[in-house]
């Protein structure tokens, strides 16, 4: 099993860090695009978590199982309200299988970038078309490199500057690493953090799902389905498994 980076330092205060993500503004539409695109089949999100999607999601009537490394992440999404909707096992998004045949397997919030190597991200790929029924949907939300927003020779973009909050992203374009380094100021107090990741564009993604048996449906800019253009900063991606 993959290192636990979300342990229980981080998940302590995970909703609270990104509390800009359970608006109802970016929520909202994550949760309409994914009901529609379960079709009214089960869906299982891979990474789930503290429930963040996965809650919503169940209590639109999809039937939601998820998969997660870190079990102090659990922890939390099992002491929520609606949680016994959700079926919730601890495991490693790149091998851990589950009963069931999924109309929609999901890993949204760029935590593709979590696994930190090729060969782990395309284990992924294949692990969530093993869990697919024909014809089931792969849906990853994840964000373009900005390796254009780096001067020649700079390795650090600044992706949030704010009095109380302060936060960085660190690429080595040689070996498609990052680093996402994380400042709170709480009070007097400094909180600090630095998560791994391993970034990768978009048509190397597809790549990946044409080695797992997947091809492109969709790919949008948000969950709005803004176009995607050589201009945006995320995108919202949809591989399909072949009907039987």
Not at 45 to 63: D, H, I, K, N, Q
Not at 69 to 84: E, F, H, I
Not at 131 to 139: A, E, M
Request: proline share 5%.
């Amino acid at each position: 099993m993959r290192e636990v980076t979300f342990d229980e330092s981080v998940a302590s205060s995970y909703d609270e860090d990104s509390a800009g993500m359970f608006d109802a503004a970016v929520l909202g539409p994550t949760v309409d695009r994914l009901v529609e695109l379960a079709d009214g089949g089960p869906a299982l999100e891979f990474a789930v978590g503290t429930g963040r999607v996965a809650l919503p999601l169940a209590a639109r009537g999809v039937p939601v199982t998820g998969i997660d490394v870190s079990a102090p992440m659990l922890d939390r999404l099992r002491a929520k309200p609606g949680a016994d909707a959700v079926t919730a096992a601890l495991g490693d998004v790149t091998g851990t299988r589950v009963e069931g045949e999924f109309a929609l397997v999901y890993l949204v919030f760029n935590t593709i970038m979590n696994v930190t190597t090729q060969a782990g991200q395309v284990a992924t790929f294949r692990n969530a078309a093993a869990h697919l029924r024909p014809g089931g949907r792969f849906v990853v939300e994840v964000m373009v490199p900005a390796l254009q927003r780096l001067a020649p020779g700079e390795r650090v973009h600044a992706f949030t500057v704010t009095p109380a909050r302060l936060g960085f992203d660190e690429y080595d374009v040689a070996t498609q690493r990052m680093w996402s380094h994380h400042y709170w100021l709480d009070g007097e107090r400094m909180r600090t953090s630095s998560i791994a990741f391993r970034y990768a564009w978009p048509a190397e993604l597809d790549l990946m799902a044409e080695l797992a048996g997947m091809r492109l449906e969709h790919r949008w800019a948000d969950w709005q389905r803004a176009p995607f253009t050589g201009e945006s900063t995320f995108h919202v991606s949809v591989w399909r498994t072949p009907e039987g």
